[in-house]
């Protein structure tokens, strides 16, 4: 018999169809990620992870890519989550990151939030720091601690530092996270 230490998953998926989406919003995404490279913002930045709310579900970018490159087969649909049982159905190739149950949660968590872009870059200089709220405490990723914590810094403004990890831009639209982004990202010149 094999012994299977499983105390250490965060969540187990189940996958209801391994198609690719066929959500028209990843069109925006890819627009969005192109406009993000042409302005040669991804140089530095380790990874983004983008979520959309669709329907009932969420649209999330399935592994770390070039976002300027971005498709189809680059997307999960998230059907459901179940953050007691830790349980994810999804919809889509590949397998989803580590932060999914957490973008899962600030999105049915928060009515008014249906774009969530998190960008890992440690560049946090002191000047970018002072002016954007942090997360009191480090997290692990894709705990219901660190959606707790995000949850929490979300209630005074709408860009937020992670604390080591990078920044969690959320809003309506896809146009609102990205003026943001490219707002903070000036800072950076």
Known sequence: ???????NVIFQTFFLSKEYSNCPLIRNIAKLGKKIK??????????????????KRILINNN??????IKREN???????????????AIGPGEPLIETPVHWI???????????VQIHDER????????????????????IDLAKELLKTL???????IKNKGFLFV???????????????????
């Open 106 to 116: 600030i999105h049915h968590a928060r009515k008014d939030v249906n774009v969530i």
């Open 171 to 189: 809003g309506n639209s896809l146009k609102e996270v990205e003026n943001e982004i490219l707002k903070l990202y000036e800072e950076f010149k």
């Open 75 to 89: 997307f999960l649909e998230i059907v459901d989550y179940n953050p007691v049982k830790r349980i994810l159905l």
């Open 124 to 143: 946090l200089n002191e000047k970018i720091v002072k002016k954007y709220p942090i997360t009191k405490k480090e997290r692990p990723s894709g705990t």
């Open 155 to 161: 209630r005074t403004d709408n860009t937020i530092i």
């Open 64 to 69: 770390h890519i070039d976002f300027g490159k």
């Open 1 to 7: 018999m094999i012994d299977r230490n499983l105390t």
């Open 38 to 55: 042409d302005l040669d913002l991804l140089e530095q930045i380790d990874s983004i992870i983008v979520s959309l709310e669709y329907g």
